[in-house]
C-alpha cells in the first residue's frame, strides 16, 4: 500500500493551496486518514485529520483556514488550505490507517510534499 501526495508549492501569503492523497494497492479499507507537517528544525505536528465517517478535527492553528476532507471510493484525503501564511511552511505529509483485513491495521505515510509561503 502507498500513498502518493501532491499540490504543494510556493505561495504568497494570504493565498490559498490544496494538497492531495492518494493510496493505491491491495487492502480492506482505510480508517482515519490525517496531514501532518514537519517545518525546518521541527516536531513534525498534526495538522487534520478525518474519520471514515467524515468526522474531522484541526490543530488551533489552522482551524478556520484549512479544510480536510476525503473520498471514500477514491481512496484520497484532500486538504484544501486558505489564507496562507509564513508560518505554514513545511513539508506536508499524509497519513492512513489502513486495515488489509477486518483485524489488522497499521499506519502508512506519504513521501511529504513542500508547501512554502512567502511574505
Known amino acids: 500500500v502507498q500513498l502518493q501526495a501532491s499540490g504543494g508549492g510556493l505561495v504568497q501569503a494570504g493565498e490559498s493551496l490544496g494538497l492531495s492523497c492518494a493510496a493505491s494497492?491491495?487492502?480492506?479499507?482505510?480508517?482515519?486518514m490525517a496531514w501532518y507537517r514537519q517545518a525546518p528544525a521541527k516536531q513534525r505536528e498534526l495538522v487534520a485529520t478525518i474519520t471514515a465517517g467524515g468526522s474531522t478535527n484541526y490543530a488551533n492553528s489552522v482551524e478556520g483556514r484549512f479544510t480536510i476532507s476525503r473520498n471514500n471510493a477514491k481512496n484520497t484525503v484532500y486538504l484544501q488550505m486558505n489564507s496562507l501564511v509564513p508560518e505554514d511552511t513545511a513539508v506536508y505529509y499524509c497519513y492512513a490507517n489502513v486495515y488489509e483485513d477486518m483485524w489488522s491495521g497499521r499506519s502508512i505515510w506519504g513521501q511529504g510534499t513542500q508547501v512554502t509561503v512567502s511574505s
Open positions: 494497492g491491495s487492502f480492506y479499507n482505510i480508517r482515519s
